[in-house]
């Protein structure tokens, strides 16, 4: 079978889910048996949102190969448990520097590069994975952010309606709006979704298919309503209704028909409903989980996108160890000695966050004494592992001014420091150590009892690493460093062993959780608060 593209479009309003409906697109055609991928174009000129503020976009989300990309990969892996690469993310910004780099080149000379047909073509060749040609992909799935409509989204669209047009039957176009219901009048609106798909069709582009988000149950007369003003056929309008969680969308499109609709769109024979059995256990685990453990968030962003893959990881490993676990954000800036004991009260667990610069340091250090002191279970991930190390170096080891030099250059203990590989770069994007390096794990250790096995692969975005300066002073007062980068020796993961929990990774195993294969490091530390 050639390769069939699915494209996912949204109107009316931003936040509809779009990653989710793709991601679950992309999980029922799996269970038919099919090679999927799934890629995300944002229409923003940023190369990638790895400089992007967390307030800006939620959370960078990494690849395994190292590219920061938009946080819906992180939907898309956790659903399917494919892994994407550096190309299932690309924004207008990458598309132009491609282009505008062929330019310099000379690769047009003599033309004059525009839009209609540069850009589109670039972006056209992104969609198809002309570089990925021998993944032997079943179905491509691509997602363009934005709202249809947005001047910046055009050109993709434009790129849409061209593969349409080229690709017969292999293309399938989905749009997701939303249906609102007005209080007031006590009903359901349908007209959003008539302008957006409109606009839709005014760029040349009819919906195969409509995902209509709404509230409230929408009854047959809405959807039929749709469906006639649409010319989308009854069938193809399905209807995501709110959710208690993302991860029932799957099997309510699949209820609905969704993977059957596109497989018929396309003409594939629909056959026999995939059971997805692994998937509906796990959907029972999460009904039977209902015994709450409440675990804090130490972490400088106060916005639920910022640290969503932590958050997933965290809820994920506590269905599968039959508990609710309740996320706490405590707000690092706030955090003082005095106040300490009062914020992380009722937590049986804390997890400290990654991020970069100054603020809000101070507070993650006195919660990682407190939790240490009085042996609370605590997870640090990236920073929050560098701000394990400080806050050991200062209280056990005597350095009062132990620091990063990310936040203090002049530190006299500088036991965090910036890489060697860094220091002659200059450059902002893209340039920390990124991706999936192999670590190696120390014989005895929690670490390598935890993952049971000796090496293994993880992601990291970073530019500062526990200085080995220090590593035998740390060694010697309790603090062992038991997973080493086999090549450079580089630190991984610090762990204290005469606590019930408490290890610090350099690298971010919530990028590596997925709902069928939740991580050992988040399931050990759940099973130690539960
Ligand atoms: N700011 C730290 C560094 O660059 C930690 C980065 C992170 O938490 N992702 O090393």
Redesign the pocket.
Known sequence: MNTKYIFVTGGVVSSLGKGIISASIGKLLQARGYKVTIQKFDPYINIDPGTLNPYEHGECYVTVDGMETDLDLGHYERFTGIHTTRNNSITTGRIYKTVIDRERHGDYLGKTIQVVPHITDEIKRRMLREEEKGENLDFVITEVGGTIGDIESAPFMEAIRQLRWQLGRDAVCVHLTYVPYLKAAEELKTKPTQHSVKELQGMGIQPDILVLRTERHLDDAVRMKVASFCNVDLECVVQSEDMPSIYQVPVSMQRQGLDAAIMRKIGIPVGETPSMKSWHDFLDKQSNATREVHIGLVGKYDLQDAYKSIRESLNLAGIYNEVKVKLHFINSEDITSDNVAEKLQGMAGAVIC???GLRGIEGKITAIQYTRTNDIPTFG???GM?MMVIEFARNVLGFADAHST?MNPDTQHPVIDLMEEQKNITGMGGT?RLGAYDCALQEGSKARCIYGKPLIQERH?????FNNQYLEEFEDNGMHCVGRNPDNNLVEVVELSDKKWFIGTQF?PEYASTVLHPHPLFMDFIKAVK
Not at 461 to 465: F, I, M, S, T
């Open positions: 990654p991020g970069f991930i990236c920073l560098q990310e920390m975005r970073h530019r500062y690493e971010h």
